[in-house]
């Protein structure tokens, strides 16, 4: 997203013109050179720096099952070109599947909320992740978190098919590093509101080290969520539509990282707190690691 614009044509320009424009000209190109760096996500297609990114723009969203629950089933194992299918989840059997742990006790960060792991639980199909007021904690909001702790890797591909029920709690699915040291971090759904969501890449502790794009959505409805993550970009999908892309080499994670899905509250602070219980429903899990 550069500053650059079409001049119209000059026929006489004077010596002390030609010095006006050559400043003129190299403080747009900083100002290019800034823009570009504080707005690294951006839609496949733009331009930056010079070049376009040319990107696939189309990505697996499920294959149409009526007996699903979100009316679509895991996509299949070569739905993404040059990646290999791994791990994939639908939630059949009851209870937490193997290789995922619950989250309990205080979030990092969140020293007013509470993970309990009796808020995590599966049923009918779904995966069920609520945040409400619990007796057992004295009546504070707790919300459910769990993590694919024992499945980690370098690079790959997610997709998560969910929805929210209400808004209020942060709903956020993404990557972790296996080693709990943060940064890195890739948020590829993080939303306290039913109509958009945001993605967000940290890769160190300032402001500057982080870089985040939003896109209005429908919540309450079954919508594929994946992030695509290899050594030259992550990408963000959305029912099968790139809507984020990252392509700075600075910026990408390169060490193992994990799937974590989690709800949070900051009532305490009167922030992203709900009215009423709310749940995110996730139907299948679907994950793929490069060629």
């Known amino acids: ?18 010095n006006t424009i050559a400043v003129i000209l190299v403080a747009a190109v900083i100002m290019g050179m800034l823009t570009y760096s504080s707005w690294r996500l951006m839609n496949p297609g733009q331009k930056h720096a010079g070049r376009t990114t040319q990107l ?19 996509p299949r194992p070569d739905a993404l070109a040059g990646f290999t299918q791994v791990y994939v989840n639908d939630f059949a059997a009851k209870g937490v599947p ?13 020293p007013g909320g509470q993970f309990g792991p009796s808020h995590v639980s599966v049923t ?23 993590c694919q702790c024992g499945f980690p890797h370098m690079y790959g591909a997610y997709f998560v098919r969910s929805r ?17 040291q943060w940064p890195p971090e890739i948020d590829f759904n993080e939303s306290p509101y039913l109509h958009q969501t945001t993605a967000t890449v940290h890769w160190g502790f300032a ?3 982080q870089q985040w794009t939003k896109t209005g959505v429908n919540m309450t409805s079954w919508n594929t969520w994946g992030v695509i993550w290899t050594s ?26 994990r799937l974590d899905l989690e709800q949070r509250t900051f009532c305490t602070v009167h922030l992203q707190c709900p009215k009423a219980p709310r749940q995110m429903q996730v139907d299948w899990i679907a994950e793929y690691r490069p060629n």
């Open 164 to 180: 929210e029920t209400g808004p209020g709690a942060n709903e956020v699915q993404l990557l972790w590093p296996a080693n709990d």
């Open 232 to 257: 030259r970009y992550i990408l963000f999908v959305l029912n099968g539509r790139v809507w984020g892309t990252l392509t700075d080499p600075v910026a990408i994670p390169r060490l193992p990282m």
């Open 207 to 209: 402001n500057a080290t």
């Open 124 to 146: 009918n199909g779904v995966l069920r992740l609520l945040a409400a007021r619990d007796v057992h904690y004295n009546n504070r909001w707790v919300t459910g978190g769990l």
């Open 1 to 18: 997203m550069g500053v650059f614009q079409r001049q119209s044509t000059v026929r006489r320009v004077s010596p002390v013109s030609r």
């Open 56 to 74: 696939v723009t189309r990505y697996t969203e499920g294959v149409p099952n009526v007996h699903e629950p979100s009316g679509l089933a895991p």
């Open 98 to 110: 193997r290789g995922w742990t619950t989250f309990h006790g205080v979030p990092g960060g969140d």
